[in-house]
Every structure is written in structure tokens, then in C-alpha cells.
């Protein structure tokens, strides 16, 4: 893409209300915008990196057998109010409206019902097990307080995959591989190192759930981590009594702020029991389904990875979701001469399927490598009149700052 | 895909209260769910078509410069004041809603207000201009009836441009593009030759706007159609004077009924003037920046193509957007021999990059058959014991019904 076509604007200041890092960074990089505390649009630039992030968790959930769907904001209450999660006693972050005939809808800050319903007409016997179904989906959540940037938002982008098996051994089966399949994608996104397996609370059917939390200042959570077992806890449910199960000593034991970037629950039959979701088994038995549910915000992901791959000069994007692979930047010449091997070059790339941003905007080098920074694409080609006296470009890494001069023709 | 890894099933019977053609196929066909009246899910076939109608808009939108971004659907009433369009007696489908502190938010039914506010942040000058952004977002519209299926919803995707101009004849130049890209979405999608450019309402800023009226008994829209100049007038505008403006005569126009699948507006400076939103001109004056929006609802659409592609059997999908270009279907004897012939050409048919839905299910040929022409895929293999002997398969066209016989080796 041409720089000159892109509409958003890099700014030099954050908005003062804004206190969270990854949202100064990426509101004055021009990736996303504020409409209110905690509702943010995502700008060209952060689009692609979303989308990017989206692909990633779509393939890890394709790998194991999850079938996309795409459910809606709008809720019924009478299948909420069957689980005890209509009333804003039991669930305090609704956001509700009215229908013009008056009756009341919810908007969704989470879908086990809905699903739970619609699975209904769709399973029957032991012969449609298992099923796992995922959707890329706006939530709503009314939060009190919304200070993280895209790390805590009203309205956000949620995967959400939801597990349907015949027992619980099957189940564990299943709940396993998306817990690998999750370790996968922290990786995939850049976030490995700083992400571990943790030990929460599981509710009334498991003794624990597993959450995914990113070692980040930014974060929320406290954890207590394992740096050897990479493993972590946490510190709702430390106890002496969870260390022994879990074969940790505490003086091991490091502790840390975290955001949790991924949780994955057993729900057993708490959904199906309610909502009526049988199966019959191979003796014609009706049983109900035992389900789990996963879930991962890309938003969320992406807020964490500018928190942490980020330094005092702007973003340092991982190139699996970097918005584009090269920065291409062009410091133009009065005989044209610049343009003119630089636009070639652009023409090249894209050719070769290379996703480039091409700075090809009339202004100082200055403020090109100044954005080229706040931006932070993970490698960048500078193309002026001295690289050329020597039929090259220099080639930067954002992330190391390692520069060298390669040729053209090598490239 | 296998089908007997697909989760839907399908119905004999749409929903009783279902009465719109399209959604009781859809249904049936296991392509969407209803949540609430005028609220649809979209199941994985269904998302297979709806993402490819989006596919080819987004196409289009790139191909005339659009620069793709995501806004949200909670709206700060500030920006909907300023342009008079808050109030419920000047827009009288909004959904409102409530932030924990007490103010009111509103669930977005357009995106003019916060898009014109986003862009003074990016436009200063006239070098910043044109411009052309779009997305594809979850609009709310609190409709006091929805019984048209996915034609017409509640809540439902939507494509919506909006163009940005220094003067009305760049605008009009944009436009006109715009109006050509529609066409040829319309094309692609199937609607081609049932979908009229229409004179419509153009508001104050324009004498007309223009509609995509695509004729079908189903919608709710009245047209006359002038089929030699493939032009129509909406029955809202229909005078004297509009006649004689557009060159047409009362006596060769015929009345139809019609769906808007889409619809193009001059916008002018209402939104800049009431926004804000200037540009320095090259003078360096402030002068309001002038717009346009351009909307399409995929989901509406692909209901219009369920209603027009449609048989006594069930749905008969454009190749462009059936959700799987061939359905395999095997007829398995006893012996295993089409199981392995037909699992050999379906690993064949994906190492090919073709989409391939491939009914391996253990039921009986009518059932295969039956949902085959219900889901409509537009070419169906058949594989059996009967075309094996003679090295063959049935490859059968779901909209001529005709058959004929290929030879495994030639496929």
C-alpha cells in the first residue's frame, strides 16, 4: 500500500485521557480510535493486525475441529433467565435495550446459551459427538471501569469456541488439545515467552480452569509463576492445599502482575442440564452433553503485544501480525531518480506477494522514520540517493536496530 | 469438508412462525438460526456464503480506493445531537442502552456521525483528499416488524462507504465509480440481470439517490422498471416531472416489486457542516469536505438470492457464492469399494483447491439426494457402485437438472 492513499495521520501526543500504553501507542500510530472509555474502532492499519491475529486463532481452530459460526449480539432473555443469568444481580455487565414491543433484550457477554439452544436441533445421538464450534464475535460487557486501552473493553472482538462431547473423558481429550492449540497461538502472535499456563478456579464442575496470562506491568491479575515447569497460579486459588496438588513449593514460587490473555473452562452438564441439551447414547438413553467453553479477545492479544513489544519510540510488531512485512521508505530526490528505483522496487515486492507500505509521501526523512518507528513494521527499507550510489538499500530491523546495506539486485 | 463432520443438520419443516421464503430455505438448509424475530445466526454453511458475498464486496470497495476499517456499534449521543439524529422522534429505530455510570448510549444504525468526527483527526488539508472508507459491521435497527427472513433485520451486516471530497465534481466522479462497483457486485452475486439502478429520494443535497432494486415478489419496495434502458424509478419519486427529467415515458415503464439490496447518497456538507469536518483548500480556507455514503447488506442480499434461486427442492447457489463449489456424494455398498474411490477423489478434488462438500454419512441415497438439492450447491458428483462400473462418476447441474456421465480418469 501506498502511504500517500493511507487516510490515518500519526500523532506526535496521545489523547490525555487516555492512560493506558497500548492505546496511546496505537491511537497516535493511527491503528485504532477512541469513540468512548472502552469502545475503540480499529483504523487500517489496526484492521490488518486484528485480522491477522483473527487468522491465526481461526487456523489453530480449524486444526481441531472447530466449525465457525457467527451468532448474535441481540439475546432473548427467557434462555438467561432458565440458567440464572438474566438478572443483573447474577451477571453485573449487561448492557440491555428494548424492542418496540417492549420486551427486554440482552446484548451478549458471552454466548454458552444461545449456543447451548441451537445445538438442540442439531444434536441427537451419540453418533453427533463430538462437536466443537467457534465464532469471531462482538461482545458487550458494561464495565465499571475501562482504563486498559484495548485490554478492557465495553465492546470487544471475542473468539469464542464452545466444546460438545459424550463424557468427561472424552472431554479431557478435547480440553487438552485446545489447550495446546492455545499455547500455539500465544506463540504464533509473539507472546510465548511471556505466557502461562494458569491455575484459576473451575467453577462447579472442575476443580480448575485454566487461564493464559502474559507477564505485562499493564496487566490486572497476579499470578504466581513457575519459571522452570513454566507454569503458573493464580493468587485467587493459592493455597497450601493447591501447591501439593499441583506439586509446586511456594518458595519457588515468583510473583507477577499478568493479563489474562485466554481462558478455557469445563462447564460439564451446568448448560446442557439447564437448557435441555441431551444426547442418546448407543442404548437409547437420553444424557445430557458435557461441554466446555474457550475463549481468547484478539483485541485483547493485540493490546498485550503493543504493551510488551513496544519501546520508547513506538511499536515493534512480531511479523506474524505485523499490518504489513516491510516498510518500504523512499527519501526522494529533485531528478527523480529515487522515485523512480523505489516505485520499481514497490512494484517488485508486491509482486512477490510481499505486503509493503510504501512511504512514497512528500516530506522530511525526518518525520518518515519518526512514524516508520511509531508504526513499528518489523523491517524497514530505506531507499535514497546515497543507497543507490551503491545500487542498494540499507535494511533495518526494528526490533534489534541491525542495519546493512544490500544490494538491489540481491534482494 | 466432510458432511458427516458438518454439525448442522436439516429440517423437513421450517419453524412455524418462519413465513419469508428465504429464511424458511436457509433453515431448512441448516445455513442460519433464528435467535429473535428479525435476529439470525449464521451457521457454518451460511457463513460460507455470507463471507464470500463479502468477499466480492470487499473486492470491489478495493479496487475504487475504499481503505477498510471497523467502527463500533456503541455511540456517544454527542456527536448524533450535533446532526439532530439522537432524538427518537427524528430516528425512530434506534436501540439504547446504558454505561454504568448512567449515560445513554446507542446502538449504531449508521456510521455517518462518528466516521465524520474519526476523519478530522486525518483530513487537514486538500492534500488529504479524496478519500473513501468503508467497512463491514453489525448494524442495530429497532424495526417495528421483521418478517422479510434475513432481508430484513434487526440486527444484520453491513457494508457502508462513505467518500470524502473537495468539491461536488470529484464527488460526482467518485459516485459514479461507486455506482459501477455496485453493478458489478449485483453482477457477480447472481443478481445481475433482476437488479435495476433506481431514482430514488435524494434528500436536500441532491436531487436524486440512487437505489439497487432487485425485482422479486418478496420485497417490499414498488418500482417501475424501464427494461430497455435497464432503469427504474421508485414509486416514492414517481411524477411528471421526474419522467421528463429522466428522459423515460409512463407508457413503457411496468410496476414491479423490488428489494433495495443497495443503496448510493450524496451526503453534501450535512455532516461536515454539523461536524466540523474542513479542509484547508489550496488557498489555505477552511471549506467543508464533501461526502457520500454507499451501503449494502450482505446478509440481505444473499436472502435475495435465496428467494430468486430457489425451487421446490430447496436452494440453487451462483458458483460465485455457494458455500462449497461441488457436493461429492457417495453411495457406499458393502463391499467398501465406493468408500475408497470416493475418499480418493475427494483427497483429489482439495489437493485441487476445489471446495468440495463431501456426504459421507451412512444414510440412505433419497436422504443424500434430498438434502443435496435443498442446500444447492451448484454441481453435484454422484460416485457409486452403478458409475464405477464404468469407471465413472454422475455429474449432475443443480439449476438445468442436467446430467451427465465422466469418466473418473478425465475429471
Known sequence: MKQINLFTKTRREAPKDEVAKNAQLLIRAGFINKEIAGVYSFLPLG????????GIIREEMNSIGGQEVSLTALQDKSNWEKTGRWSDEAVDNWFKTKLKNG???GLAFTHEEPLTVLMRDHIRSFRDLPSAVYQFQTKFRN????????MRCREFLMKDLYSFNVDEKSHAEFYEKAKQAYIRIFDRCGLGNETYVTFAS?????KYSHEFQTLTEAGEDTVYIDEKNKIAVNKEVLNDEVLADLGLARVTLVERKAVEVGNIFSL???FSDALGLNYKDTEGNAKPVIMGSYGIGPARLMG???EIWSDEKGLVWPESISPFAVHLIALFNESGTVRKEADELYKKLIAKNIEVLY???DCQAGEKFGDSDLIGIPIRYVISEKT???DSIEVKDRRTGKVEMVKLGSL
Chains 1, 2 share one sequence.
Open 103 to 105: 420486551s427486554e433484550a
Open 388 to 390: 543507490l550510489k551503491d
Open 47 to 54: 484492521l490488518r493486525t486484528l485480522n491477522k491475529i483473527v
Open 268 to 270: 460439564g452438564t451446568k
Open 304 to 306: 498485550t503485544v503493543a
Open 143 to 150: 464495565e465499571e471501569r475501562a482504563k486498559s486501552g484495548i
Open 202 to 206: 473451575g467453577g462447579s464442575f472442575s
Open 359 to 361: 512511504d512514497d509521501r
